[in-house]
């Protein structure tokens, strides 16, 4: 009888183990993660982002407070698997655990909403043949490219976990993503779509949507597809 109450107790003490080590992480896990870092090589997101997830324009660090969840998870996924090509984020995401970048997505995307601060530039942006505006709501489909807004939404306020908010984003971010897509750096677009169009863009091309769409208002959440 009594090997079986040891058994028995062992058996509880290694489940109560394993439900410790898959609990996922909680929302004070991720705020915590999110200004303090989390001990273990995850430096605080606050540092490049701004404590309201803001970001900062001139660094050209993205807004994160309430973007979807499912697309900044992926996000980091990425950064920590490599099919997102950035030696800061690579380490930051790896640092974390799975639950803590999961938590970590769900904690931003509750954040209120907000512009990136100068998300446009000091200096504005020379465009005099609208270009682009042209290519975010017409496109160029002698090219193949088709208009940013036609997955991004109207006026660049994101739809879904694929096809994140570009209105209000730093131009600097925006731009340079383009240019990590169709250098091949960064290579986690649904079926290669944002690599395929970015290699129909030139340098100009890409400064003018970038800055078109920093420029565009960023909705409440409530007000977005």
Not at 27 to 53: L, S
Not at 121 to 132: E, K
């Amino acid at each position: 009888m009594r090997r079986i109450d040891h058994w028995c107790g062992y058996a509880v003490a290694a489940v109560a183990l394993w439900l410790v080590a898959i609990s996922p992480a909680t929302a004070q896990d991720a705020a915590t993660i999110a200004t303090q870092g989390n001990g273990k090589g995850a430096a605080p997101c606050q540092t490049c982002h701004a404590p309201d997830g803001g970001g900062q324009a001139s660094g050209g660090f993205p807004r994160l407070a309430g973007e979807n969840a499912a697309y900044l998870q992926a996000q980091l996924e990425a950064f920590a698997s490599g099919t997102r090509d950035n030696p800061v984020m690579k380490l930051q995401a790896s640092a974390l655990t799975e639950a803590e970048r999961k938590a970590l997505a769900i904690y931003f995307s509750r954040m209120p909403a907000v512009a990136t601060p100068d998300a446009a530039g000091t200096t504005p942006f020379a465009d005099p043949q609208h270009l682009g505006e042209t290519l975010a709501t017409r496109g160029r489909w002698s090219k193949q490219v088709p208009a940013c807004v036609q997955c991004h939404g109207p006026g660049g306020v994101g739809v879904g976990a694929d096809f994140p908010p570009l209105a209000g984003q730093s131009a600097n971010y925006l731009a340079a993503q383009l240019k990590a897509f169709r250098s091949g750096s960064r290579h986690n677009d649904p079926m290669g779509l944002m690599r395929n169009i970015s290699h129909s863009l030139s340098d100009q091309d890409i400064d003018a949507v970038a800055h078109w769409f920093a420029a565009q208002p960023f909705p409440a959440k409530e007000s977005r597809p």
